[in-house]
């Protein structure tokens, strides 16, 4: 039974009663007041594998989390040992195998070859350029061989730039098929002329079918017998060919052009009274 209440005595506090406002009721319900429970949170940096990088959006209290679903694996500040050891396995298998660059292979000339090259013996620079466009014996890959090739005309030039003749046929020849340097069939003819002058008769032969041919260079059938003409003086395994190509050639040109010919090739013997011997 209630006691009576002492007049002295302060009257009681009134409870009051919040009001809830619509604008802080449950966008869920319209009826419980948000609380710090449905404040927006950060997720954890691997709740991911959890709810498969599920946004974080306000939860109604009656809708489970993620935590409530999967357990106790994973929990803002706090990751489980057992997950942590399996995400740093499963990076680790990501992470692709860093790929390790082949050994490259044994140069094919000799160093002893390599260091007279090096020196400025054009002879040796001819010869390191021929053994690195022979290559090692063994198939080589389409990078290898364009490596090759490339070291090979670099060689060509230093001995050709030295005037050998052979290493300017080569180099032409390089230019005319575009291996190892951009095909550039000015500088073939270039090359070629150089070793024409020489007294080569491949060299000669060759500059013949080019100019009669109108290849690198303008048609030209004086130009083309005059050294054809040249080549087909020496001996050598080309020099039935030569005569037969002048022989074609001849038949394009007049008795005064032909004349011509004759007095420019009568002068360049005198000039070069010892022709280069075939290679």
Not at 5 to 24: C, D, F, G, I, M
Not at 87 to 111: C, F, G, K, N, Y
Not at 119 to 137: E, N, R, V, W
Not at 223 to 240: E, K
Request: charged share 20%.
């Amino acid at each position: 039974m209630n006691s009576p209440r002492n007049p002295l005595s302060p009257p009681a506090p009134e409870t009051r009663v919040p009001q809830v406002s619509p604008s802080r009721t449950c966008p869920k319900t319209r009826i419980c007041p948000l609380s710090t429970r449905h404040k927006r949170s950060v997720p954890h940096p691997f709740a991911f594998f959890a709810n498969g990088w599920e946004t974080p959006r306000l939860r109604h209290p009656n809708r489970p989390s993620s935590d409530q679903v999967f357990g106790q694996v994973l929990r803002p500040g706090r990751l489980n040992i057992h997950t942590a050891v399996a995400l740093a396995l499963l990076s680790l298998a990501l992470i692709p195998a860093r790929a390790q660059a082949p050994p490259a292979p044994p140069s094919p000339v000799d160093t002893a070859l390599l260091a007279k090259a090096a020196s400025g013996d054009a002879a040796a620079q001819l010869k390191a350029g021929d053994t690195y466009a022979a290559g090692p014996g063994v198939p080589r890959d389409p990078r290898q061989l364009a490596a090759d090739l490339k070291e090979a005309a670099a060689w060509y030039l230093k001995a050709a730039n030295q005037g050998n003749a052979a290493a300017q046929i080569r180099l032409a020849d390089f230019y005319r098929d575009g291996r190892g340097v951009p095909r550039d069939m000015a500088q073939a003819v270039d090359w070629y002329l150089k070793a024409a002058d020489l007294g080569d008769p491949t060299a000669q032969g060759t500059l013949g079918i080019l100019y009669s041919v109108g290849m690198g260079v303008g048609q030209d059938y004086q130009q083309a017998y005059f050294w054809l003409d040249l080549a087909a003086q020496v001996p050598g395994p080309s020099q039935a060919r030569c005569i037969t190509n002048r022989q074609g050639v001849g038949e394009h040109l007049t008795t005064t052009e032909l004349s011509l010919v004759e007095d420019r090739i009568a002068a360049w013997k005198a000039a070069h009274p010892r022709p280069v011997a075939p290679k």
